[in-house]
């Protein structure tokens, strides 16, 4: 049962590169949720999707994209890759409606040079 | 000020002590949640509230609305309790506004043998 899982855990950029972190859920949840955090700050929203096709933004979205283009996958994107977003990132699903616990990943620990 | 305040930040305590870390928010709701975060990273969830009290083995959650007050309560603690203690509300969002958790910057409670 491998609930939510995020690739990769670990990753070091340069300023300036790009890449796309991959969160997948085999619970069949609607919603999705990408978070980041940081020493000394509580997990902050980026990013969330209520269903497939369909994305928001969060509290902190600036410098990311997202795309949910099937239901089980959630994908969170650097385009151009900046010292600040070094951060560990976390992924979230839950089932829809109200009171609905959020099942989360392990992280992936990205740094930024 | 944050929306979701947890006190203490820090607690080092002894093995087969009671413990307690309480939460206090500032914002309506639909549930307030306790997650735990072991060194390594993974978050997992403890309990959702909505009202009362609820208890898992040596945990037990209470939550005040009238007060917006919650806390999570250790029996028997043991170093494997070890952990971080996160405190995370899901907003009431008849009003609008994102979906998605807003978190209180966590306890790190060691337990000593």
């Known amino acids: 049962n491998a609930g939510v899982t995020q690739t990769p855990k670990f990753r070091v950029l340069k300023t300036g590169q790009s890449m796309t972190l991959l969160c997948a859920q085999d619970?069949?949840?609607?919603?999705m949720y990408w978070y980041r955090q940081d020493p000394g700050m509580g997990l902050r929203l980026i990013h969330y999707?209520?269903?497939?096709?369909?994305?928001a933004k969060g509290e902190v979205p600036d410098g990311y994209n997202v795309s949910r283009l099937k239901k089980q996958n959630f994908l969170l994107g650097l385009e151009s890759a900046a010292p600040s977003q070094t951060s560990v990132y976390f992924c979230?699903?839950?089932?829809?409606?109200?009171?609905?616990?959020?099942?989360f990943g392990d992280g992936t620990r990205l740094s930024i040079l | 000020k944050n929306e979701v305040e947890q006190s203490p930040q820090n607690l080092t305590a002894q093995e087969g002590e009671f413990i307690t870390i309480n939460c206090s928010y500032s914002v309506g709701i639909s549930a307030l949640h306790w997650l735990q975060q072991h060194p390594g990273g993974g978050i997992v969830s403890l309990f959702m509230l909505s009202s009362g009290k609820k208890k898992h083995g040596r945990l037990i959650a209470t939550i005040n609305i009238q007060e917006k007050h919650s806390s999570l309560h250790i029996t028997a603690s043991h170093p494997r309790d070890s952990a971080v203690y996160i405190c995370a509300v899901g907003r009431e969002r008849s009003g609008g506004g994102a979906d998605g958790l807003t978190f209180g910057k966590g306890t790190h409670l060691i337990i000593q043998p």
């Open positions: 619970m069949n949840h609607e919603y």
């Open positions: 979230a699903s839950r089932r829809q409606g109200p009171r609905q616990p959020q099942h």
């Open positions: 999707s209520v269903g497939e096709g369909t994305t």
